[in-house]
Each structure stands twice: as structure tokens, then as C-alpha cells.
């Protein structure tokens, strides 16, 4: 088949790479420094490697372009792009919107489009297909279908063939497409009724997430005031067989799924009329944790950061990548900043960040682990400074969380 995927960022390049072993993919994205190193065979993606994107370009399988027109004879168009949220923490289909025009303006003749992007239920219904309608000047009987992703970037045990995939499409017959294309590279594919089901699940898979982080990280409040040992009391817990689920405690939820889609949930349940009282209240303990890291941190160096020399050790979101979207430790450093600490961060996997390059893990006051990397020794960061506090309950003989 030949094959558009719009946005070749961590979804949508990971399933250019699998459907390039069996298709003509197209990877269109706005962004040319990507664009122009993809065409190279040079990987921005972790867990996609530059060689199967060199073999893919050499067979004559791949191609990348910032050119719309390219995309103009594709038989399944999946839209995989940024699906944030705004200022008020709101829904943004911005990046949705231009994708729909991008292949309403160039497509010539009907095709399949997927969207992969996650949003809430009615997305593909009541926004993708009159989009595309609406800057569409040819009209075609183009058919319109759902399969959330769930890739989880770092992860070696899943991946696009071996993970379920949910689908629906729009008709039956966009329904049986969508699972011809993805049998081509995915073993386990699972039907559902609609594609309001399949996007209600994608939300929900991370809503659960949430959730349950959030209940753990109250907890980790109440042991401490209690004098428990949080992580000692979640392992009691986990030897329960059945009915309980073990979530760790932590500096909070970042990247781009959990700490994103739950409020798209939400700002459907509210124009529903449904008030979503878990996602706000998790959302709420979520984000106030660094505030309560920092008191703790505070607390334990005689009442007062003033002026204290802070190194924030690992600014990824999860342990072994380099992406820092949504990532606690911003929210952290903030709160460190605003007791009068001097902050500064450490972490080689993400080397620079924010226009600045990790610093040295050694002479500060205080250490405070947000991420822990297999690459970071923790007997380097007991040494880092005189007092450490570990969100991540890896770094044995720190203060713990
Ligand atoms: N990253 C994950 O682990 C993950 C997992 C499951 C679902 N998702 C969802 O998948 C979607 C994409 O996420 P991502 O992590 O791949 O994002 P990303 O930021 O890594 O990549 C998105 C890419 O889309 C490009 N882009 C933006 N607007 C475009 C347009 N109009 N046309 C073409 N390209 C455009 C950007 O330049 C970027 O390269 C989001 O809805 C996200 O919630 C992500």
C-alpha cells in the first residue's frame, strides 16, 4: 500500500519504520532539520534505529518530505501529531487541524485515514472527517477510522507487533481496512464496536494511570506524617495475588500521555455535563508534589533551601530516555527556586536542556533525585552532596520519600 503517516516524531516514525517493511511510506512532517536528517537515515527517535530507517530508505520503501503534495496518492493516511494541551489546560487540536488540512489539500483520490493521535471520543467523528471535508476541494469517499497508539518509548519487551491494537473505523468497510493495514505489522489486533469505544479506552488506559500515581503519591504523604515506610507498605501490599495493582510513589507524572490525556477526558466529561472529580483532584496531587518535595527538603535542612546549592539529579520524565516533556523536575526545580535555592541540574542522558548543559554531580548542599538512570552510579550521588533526598527509592542510603 502506499502509505502517508503526517508526523514522524516518537508515533508516528515508529510505525513508518514497521509499515516500511511492507509498504511505500511517506513521512511527512513539518519540521525540515527532522525531515532533512531522516532522509539521511539519522534516527531523533529512541527505540527507532537509524539503520532500519537507512534500510527502509534504500529499498525505496521510505521517504521523508515537508512537501504536502507528496502525499497526494496515498491509499491510508494516519495522522499521528502533538495533541497538547492549551494555556487553561484545555484540549489543542491545533496540530490536528493543520494535519487535516495538509491532506485535504493534497490528497487525489479516496483514501483510508487513522488518526493514532489520542483525544477524546468523537474526535474522528465530529472533528477529523468535516475538517477534511470542509478544505477538501475534490470531494472523495475518503474512509475515516481510529487505533489509538500505545507505544511506550524505552521499552524493549513491547513494541508496534507484539502490543494489542485497538481499532474502529467510521463503516464496516473502513473498519475491515484499518485491520488489513495493521495486520501487516501487528499480531494482535481487537476490534471494537466504535471509534468513540477506542478513543474512550486510549483515555481511560492513561486515566487509570493517573489516578492510581496520584493515590500513591497522597500516600507517600500520609506515611511519611505517620512514620511509615511507604515503599516497605506498597510490597506488604503487592503480595496480595489478586485485587491490587502496585503503583510507586514519585516527584509526579510526566511526558506526553499521563499528565495530558486524563484532562481530555475531562473537558469532554465537563461538556457532557459530568464532573470528573478523580482526573482534577489527581491532576491536582500530581502537580503539587514538587511543592511537597521541597518543604520536606526544606524541612530536613533546619527549616530553610536559602541560598542552599540544589543539584536536581535526572530531568527525564522516566529512567533511560532523554525526553523531558512534562517532566516533574521543572516543577521541582520552580519550587526549590521559590524557597531561595540555587539550583542547578544533572543528567547525562539528557545532556543539555533548556539551552543549558548538565552539571557536574558533585559539591552541592543538597541532592534531590527526580530520575534515576542505569548510566547514573548511585554511589556517585550519595557522594554528590552531604544530604540526599530520593524520589525514586533507588538510591539506597538517601533520604527517602
Ligand atoms: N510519545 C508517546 O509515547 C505516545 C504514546 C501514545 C500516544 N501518543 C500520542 O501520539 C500523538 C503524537 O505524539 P508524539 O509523541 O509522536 O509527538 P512528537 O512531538 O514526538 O511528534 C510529533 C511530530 O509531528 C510533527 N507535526 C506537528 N504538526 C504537524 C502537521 N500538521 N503535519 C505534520 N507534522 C506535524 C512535529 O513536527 C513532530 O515531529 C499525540 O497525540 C500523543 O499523545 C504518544
Request: glycine share 8%.
Amino acid at each position: 500500500m502506499r502509505v502517508a503517516i503526517i508526523g514522524q516524531g516518537y508515533v508516528g516514525l515508529t510505525i513508518s519504520t514497521f509499515a516500511a517493511k511492507n509498504h511505500k511510506v511517506v513521512g511527512f512532517d513539518l519540521n525540515q532539520v527532522i525531515v532533512d536528517a531522516l532522509n539521511k537515515g539519522i534516527s531523533h527517535i529512541e527505540g527507532v534505529l537509524s539503520q532500519d530507517i537507512k534500510q527502509s530508505l534504500s529499498l525505496g520503501n521510505y521517504m521523508a518530505t515537508t512537501d504536502g503534495a507528496m502525499i497526494n496518492d496515498s491509499e491510508v493516511v494516519v495522522i499521528a501529531v502533538p495533541t497538547p494541551l492549551d494555556d487553561n489546560r484545555k484540549p489543542d487540536l491545533t496540530y490536528i487541524h493543520s494535519a487535516c488540512k495538509v491532506i485535504a489539500e493534497n490528497l487525489t483520490g479516496p483514501a483510508l485515514i487513522i488518526n493514532e493521535s489520542t483525544s477524546f471520543p468523537g474526535t474522528i467523528r465530529n472533528y477529523i472527517k468535516p475538517a477534511i471535508e470542509k478544505y477538501s476541494k475534490q470531494k472523495f469517499d475518503h474512509m475515516y477510522a481510529i487505533s489509538p497508539e500505545r507505544v511506550d518509548p524505552g521499552r524493549e519487551d513491547y513494541n508496534q507487533k507484539n502490543t494489542p491494537r485497538l481499532y474502529a473505523g467510521l463503516t464496516p468497510e473502513a473498519t475491515k481496512r484499518t485491520r488489513d493495514f495493521y495486520s501487516t505489522f501487528c499480531d494482535n489486533l481487537v476490534e471494537v464496536s466504535s471509534p468513540e469505544v477506542a478513543e474512550a479506552a486510549k483515555l481511560f488506559e492513561n486515566t487509570f494511570r493517573q489516578v492510581n500515581i496520584a493515590l500513591v503519591n497522597e500516600l507517600a504523604q500520609i506515611s511519611h506524617a505517620l512514620g511509615i515506610d511507604v515503599r516497605e507498605t506498597l510490597d506488604a501490599a503487592g503480595t496480595k495475588p489478586y485485587g491490587f495493582m502496585k503503583f510507586s510513589p514519585s516527584a509526579g507524572v510526566g511526558g506526553h500521555c499521563i499528565p495530558v490525556d486524563p484532562s481530555y477526558l475531562a473537558a469532554v466529561a465537563e461538556k457532557a455535563g459530568v464532573e470528573a472529580t478523580f482526573i482534577k483532584r489527581a491532576n491536582e496531587v500530581n502537580l503539587d508534589m514538587p511543592k511537597y518535595i521541597a518543604s520536606r527538603i526544606a524541612k530536613d535542612n533546619g527549616g530553610s533551601a536559602k541560598g542552599k546549592k540544589v543539584l536536581v539529579v535526572g530531568v527525564a520524565y522516566k529512567p533511560n530516555v532523554a525526553d523531558t516533556r512534562e517532566t516533574p523536575a521543572e516543577l521541582l526545580i520552580d519550587a526549590l527556586k521559590d524557597l531561595g535555592a540555587v539550583v542547578t541540574w544533572n543528567d547525562p542522558v539528557v545532556g543539555s536542556w533548556h539551552g543549558n548543559e548538565s552539571s557536574p554531580l558533585a559539591g552541592v548542599d543538597i541532592a534531590v533525585v527526580v530520575t534515576k538512570h542505569d548510566a547514573v552510579d548511585s554511589e556517585d550521588i550519595l557522594q554528590s552532596a552531604p544530604y540526599v533526598f530520593d524520589t525514586t527509592g533507588k538510591v539506597k542510603g538517601a533520604v527517602q520519600l
